[in-house]
């Protein structure tokens, strides 16, 4: 699954291939608008799941201007941040058969 597909799913989102970044970007911040309004808990709740950092999301709610956007912005950078290192650093199976998963 690539990040357009897992950010679309996580967030609920109608379209799941975004052509570019700043598409996604959009859709995303749209939904986060909204969860900004009406579901501000589950929102913070995906972002601790996603493991994005407070200090970056409250120095962009003290900014004051285009949150969502910017919101989305970070959930974008740490999603890469993630496959980048799945990609760089692959986990070994453990030699032993009882020990895999």
Same mark, same amino acid.
């Given at each position: 699954?690539?990040?357009?597909?897992?950010?679309?799913?996580?967030?609920?989102?109608?379209?799941?291939?975004?052509?570019?970044?700043?598409?996604?970007?959009?859709?995303?911040?749209?939904?986060?608008?909204?969860?900004?309004?009406? #579901?501000? +808990?589950?929102?913070? !709740? =995906?972002?601790?799941?996603?493991?994005?950092?407070? &200090?970056?999301?409250?120095?962009?709610?003290?900014?004051?201007?285009?949150?969502?956007?910017?919101?989305?912005?970070?959930?974008?950078?740490? #999603?890469? +941040?993630?496959?980048? !290192? =799945?990609?760089?650093?692959?986990?070994?199976?453990? &030699?032993?058969?009882?020990?895999?998963?």
């Amino acid at each position: 699954m690539d990040i357009n597909e897992e950010i679309a799913l996580g967030f609920e989102l109608q379209n799941k291939n975004f052509i570019s970044r700043e598409m996604l970007q959009e859709a995303l911040s749209v939904k986060i608008d909204y969860m900004l309004k009406y #579901q501000m +808990e589950e929102l913070f !709740s =995906k972002l601790y799941r996603l493991d994005i950092f407070e &200090k970056k999301i409250k120095a962009v709610i003290a900014e004051g201007d285009n949150i969502g956007y910017k919101i989305a912005g970070l959930i974008i950078d740490r #999603q890469i +941040e993630k496959q980048d !290192s =799945k990609m760089n650093n692959p986990s070994e199976k453990p &030699k032993d058969k009882d020990l895999e998963w």
